[in-house]
C-alpha cells in the first residue's frame, strides 16, 4: 500500500518528474502526458459517479481502480509487461471484463441510427467527457510507444475502456432511448 506523508516535494519545480523506477524526465515527454491524461480520464469518471447508483456505479468505481493501475503501468519504464511484484501492468483480463460488460449492456439497447450528442442524463453527459478523455490518453500512449516501450495491453485497455464508457453512457440514457441523436445539417 502507498503511505503519502508529504504531498510536496518540490522534486516537479524544475519541470521534470520521476517514473516508477526513479527516473527523472520532463513533464512534457509523451509517457508522462499518457499517464497524466489517464489520471485525467478518471477524475472525470469520478464526476461521473456522482450522478450513478448500482450496477453502473461499480463498474465504474472498478474501472477507477483499474486506472490506476493503468497509469502506472505506464509510468513504469521497460520492456517486461509482466505483471509483478514491484510494477503494476494492465493485463488481458481486465480487457476482457470490459468487453463482457459491453455485451451485456449492449444486449439491451436500443438500435443506434445517428451519431449521439453528448447529453440525456448527468451521467451519461460526464461519461461521453470521460470517454473523449479516454481516447486523448490512448492516443498520448500510443505516442509515447513511438518512442519507447510501452504495455500494448495497456492501450488495448484504453481503447476497450472508451467503448465501454460510450455503451455504459447509452445504458444510462434508458437503454439509449433518452439518447441524444446528432441531425447532420439541421441549424443550416
Known amino acids: 500500500m502507498?503511505?503519502?506523508?508529504?504531498?510536496?516535494t518540490r522534486g516537479g519545480d524544475t519541470g521534470q518528474t520521476s517514473l516508477a523506477d526513479g527516473r527523472r524526465l520532463s513533464k512534457d515527454e509523451a509517457r508522462v502526458a499518457a499517464?497524466?491524461?489517464?489520471?485525467?480520464?478518471?477524475?472525470?469518471?469520478?464526476?461521473?459517479?456522482?450522478?450513478?447508483?448500482?450496477?453502473?456505479d461499480s463498474m465504474l468505481s472498478r474501472i477507477q481502480n483499474?486506472?490506476?493501475?493503468?497509469?502506472?503501468?505506464?509510468?513504469?519504464?521497460?520492456?517486461?509487461?509482466?505483471?509483478?511484484?514491484?510494477?503494476?501492468r494492465a493485463t488481458e483480463p481486465m480487457v476482457v471484463r470490459l468487453e463482457q460488460e459491453i455485451d451485456q449492456m449492449n444486449d439491451t439497447l436500443a438500435d443506434l441510427t445517428s451519431?449521439?450528442?453528448?447529453?440525456?442524463?448527468?451521467a451519461s453527459a460526464y461519461l461521453h467527457l470521460a470517454r473523449t478523455i479516454v481516447r486523448r490518453a490512448e492516443r498520448d500512449a500510443i505516442?509515447?510507444?513511438?518512442?519507447?516501450?510501452?504495455?500494448?495491453?495497456?492501450?488495448?485497455?484504453?481503447?476497450?475502456?472508451?467503448?465501454?464508457?460510450?455503451?455504459?453512457?447509452?445504458?444510462?440514457?434508458?437503454?439509449?432511448?433518452?439518447?441524444?441523436?446528432?441531425?447532420?445539417?439541421?441549424?443550416?
Do not use: C, Q
Request: charge should be negative; hydrophobic fraction near 40%; aromatic fraction near 8%.
Open 2 to 8: 502507498v503511505k503519502l506523508t508529504k504531498i510536496y
Open 66 to 88: 483499474d486506472l490506476f493501475d493503468v497509469g502506472a503501468d505506464l509510468a513504469t519504464p521497460g520492456d517486461d509487461f509482466t505483471p509483478g511484484d514491484m510494477a503494476l
Open 35 to 56: 499517464y497524466g491524461t489517464t489520471d485525467e480520464a478518471n477524475a472525470a469518471i469520478g464526476i461521473a459517479r456522482l450522478s450513478t447508483t448500482g450496477d453502473a
Open 115 to 122: 451519431f449521439i450528442l453528448p447529453g440525456g442524463s448527468a
Open 143 to 188: 505516442t509515447a510507444s513511438k518512442s519507447e516501450p510501452i504495455n500494448p495491453i495497456a492501450i488495448k485497455y484504453l481503447n476497450r475502456l472508451s467503448d465501454h464508457l460510450f455503451v455504459l453512457a447509452r445504458h444510462l440514457n434508458d437503454n439509449g432511448k433518452n439518447d441524444v441523436l446528432w441531425v447532420p445539417g439541421a441549424n443550416r
